[in-house]
């Protein structure tokens, strides 16, 4: 049986985040979640700031994905607060992003989001030409905020419109990501 090229791309998206459910839940298992706790407390404001670099680093560098990240936060810090960690860290990311793509082009773009995803890419851009609300563009950022803010930077749709539409989706993707996804690690690492 021959698996179509997206049903492909989504196996192993799954199949990735499998792995890093497993890999997050071993590490938590074997250093202790209470033992990291204490050493985010330790870390005092640097182990936020830390978090939220990190965050929006896993943005730039689309392939990566902050998903994983998000979740792991959520553990660390409580909900609420990886939450807000979190969001701002998706502000931060993909703004970059969007300003990355609108100062050096696709060329750049598309080694920073991995030459696997310039389909997908290209694919945004075409439909974001015909498309400028913001709506559409919120919709279209839960699909991947990250490739989508490199897509959007390589339009004419201003930062403004742009950064209107990141907000909304960003809370939504990361919520979901968040409460959803790290109620699923507790209850692996309970």
């Known amino acids: 049986m021959k698996l179509s090229p997206r049903l492909k791309k989504l196996l192993v998206a799954l199949l990735s985040l499998a792995i890093a459910y497993a890999v997050m839940a071993f590490a938590f298992k074997l250093i202790g979640l209470e033992n990291a706790h204490l050493w985010v407390e330790r870390a005092g404001p640097w182990a936020p700031l830390l978090f939220t670099v990190v965050c929006a680093a896993s943005l730039i560098a689309a392939p990566l994905s902050g998903s994983s990240i998000f979740i792991a936060g959520g553990a660390l810090f409580g909900k609420e607060t990886a939450f807000v960690l979190s969001f701002i860290a998706s502000l931060i990311g993909c703004s970059i992003n969007y ?92």
């Open 99 to 190: 300003w990355i793509s609108r100062r050096y082009g696709r060329r750049v773009a598309v080694r920073l989001v991995g030459k696997d995803e310039i389909e997908e890419l290209d694919a945004f851009v075409a439909r974001l030409k015909g498309h400028h609300s913001v709506l559409y563009m919120a919709l279209i950022m839960l699909l991947g905020q990250d490739v989508v803010s490199y897509a959007i930077g390589l339009t004419k749709i201003d930062y403004f419109h742009f950064f209107l539409a990141l907000v909304p989706a960003a809370a939504v993707l990361v919520g979901f990501y968040i409460y959803v996804g790290t109620s699923l690690l507790e209850a692996l690492i309970a």
